[in-house]
């Protein structure tokens, strides 16, 4: 049986909710103002909160506050004859699912509470899920549970330990440098150095002796000895990201190491022995880098000892939603925000998206989204979806939503009916709330913003503009 909370100043109205829902089979607790519902909610969880909006001395606002401070998955619903659109907009904002005004159609009141209990139901088993898929399917610090990503965790656990070169391909973006510190990580090296060199940053002039040191005296400006990247490495592992920006004497240089694991500093006549294992990573082809003259053919094969090719994220979308709540976190915690989760529809938009950046894309689009979102949960608005384009089409052509149909099924008309109260509210956000305005922004008439404004409850806003009068 299903725990509801009724709070309301009003006797009648509390007598009224009581055998309407208590005839719907719910088990119902009553409070007659907000501070007693507030130690109420201390001592017992509730699946949803009616909660009437005006009461001295503590409102509904505040009730909704704690409640979801409490247990964020609590349904609450307000209620109230007083209500001003900036009411219903901070109510909206501070999670409540839905606004009803007095008087009220019971039929109506026990729909929504139906489909509000139903969303509550699928939203645990959701969040369930992901909890375990979190668990299972983090390896290191890399995030993923597709087929794609538990070949990438097979292919890792498995060379970890060899002394083997490897080649890591994919797009820029898709976590290239993840994977080798996950290789890494697993050896038996992971007590030496993993040193990483993104070779498209270091200038030409520098990478020789950057890479395998110099003596002092052997050029302007060596002034002392200095040990290169390789030598610093004895023991551990280098991570050569960009490997197919090398030029064409430091390849050879670096397949001297390979072969007889020695190299010659710069200014040096004797060779300097080291033990290092390679790791490098592209995001060309090398193999036409080959046939084009840029890249050493002996040096490519012995680097490509072990392939691993890491796929762009629009090829593994059914990490998006862990990756998503990961990145979440992480950027949560930092910023010290309570945002828990993304709303269903911001993440169906990031469904739509095809990602050009890979996860470092959404990792950025994330952080910004935690930086701007003032509520405990982050909207679509806060994604910046006019940013967002799909195969060519502009932003007011893109696809954001996403219609595939889960497995245990959806409200159709309560998935709908809350994207519409979603662009309502934000229009009047925008428009001060001035509803000719808002209409206007929505490209609708007056007249039907007036009905959908009456249909989800909403009162008149105190800043009426002329239009509206």
């Known amino acids: 049986m299903q725990n509801l909370l009724v709070v309301d100043d009003d006797l009648s109205m509390r007598e ?15 409070a007659e103002d907000g501070a007693k519902a507030i130690r109420m909610l201390k001592d017992k969880a509730y699946d949803l909160i009616l909660c009437d909006i005006r009461m001295e001395p503590v409102g509904g606002l505040e009730v909704l506050r704690k409640a979801k401070r409490r247990l964020h998955q609590t349904v609450v619903i307000m209620i109230s004859a007083f209500a001003t659109t900036e009411t219903a907009v901070e109510a909206m904002k501070e999670g409540a699912y839905d606004y009803i005004p007095k008087p009220f159609n019971v ?16 939203e645990f088993e959701k969040e369930a899920l992901e909890a375990q898929l979190k668990k299972t399917y983090h390896f290191g610090h890399i ?21 083997a070169n490897l080649l890591i391909t994919g797009e820029s973006g898709t976590g290239k440098e993840l994977i080798a510190r996950a290789i890494h990580e697993n050896s038996a090296r992971k007590d030496n150095p993993l040193t990483v060199i993104h070779c498209g940053g270091i200038p030409e002039t520098l990478m020789e002796s950057e890479l395998f040191g110099h003596r002092k005296g052997a050029f302007t400006g060596a002034i002392d000895n200095k040990k290169g990247l390789f030598e610093v490495s004895h023991g551990g592992t280098v991570f050569l990201d960009e490997v197919a920006e090398l030029t064409h004497s430091v390849q050879v240089k670096i397949l001297r190491v390979v072969q007889e694991k020695a190299f010659k500093p710069v200014g040096e006549t004797r060779d300097v022995e080291v033990d290092v294992r390679i790791i490098c990573a592209t995001n060309k082809n090398l193999e036409d880098e080959v046939i084009a003259g840029n890249f050493r053919e002996d040096l490519y094969y012995r680097l490509n000892v072990i392939h691993i090719d890491v796929p762009p994220l629009r090829e593994r979308r059914e990490d998006l ?3 998503s709540q990961h990145f979440l976190e992480k950027y949560a915690g930092e910023t010290g925000k309570s945002i828990h989760k993304l709303s269903s ?6 469904a739509r998206y095809d990602f050009p950046g890979n996860i470092r894309e959404l990792e950025n689009m994330i952080e910004r989204s935690v930086a701007l979102e003032t509520t405990n949960i982050i909207l679509p608005e806060s994604l910046a979806l006019s940013t967002y384009k799909r195969g060519g089409k502009g932003p007011q052509e893109a696809e954001f939503y996403n219609i595939d149909i889960p497995p245990t099924g959806l409200d159709l008309d309560a998935v709908l009916s809350e994207v519409e109260r979603g662009y309502l509210i934000k229009a009047l956000e925008v428009s001060g709330g001035v509803k000719q305005k808002a209409a206007e922004l929505l490209g609708i008439k007056a007249e039907s913003f007036r009905y959908r404004f009456d249909k989800y409850a909403m009162s008149p806003s105190d800043k009426e503009g002329p239009e509206d009068r």
């Not at 009224?16 to 009553?30: A, I």
């Not at 529809?345 to 990031?350: E, K, V």
Request: overall charge negative; charged content about 25%.
């Open 321 to 323: 939603t862990a990756l």
């Open 345 to 350: 529809y911001a993440l169906d938009m990031l």
């Open 107 to 122: 039929d109506e009141v026990k729909e929504t509470i139906r489909n509000a209990l139903d969303r509550r139901t699928l």
């Open 16 to 30: 009224m909710l009581e055998v309407m829902l208590t005839s719907e089979g719910y088990d119902v607790d009553f």
């Open 143 to 163: 995030v993923g549970n597709s087929a794609a990503m538990m070949k990438i965790y097979n292919a890792i656990n498995q060379v970890a330990d060899t002394r």
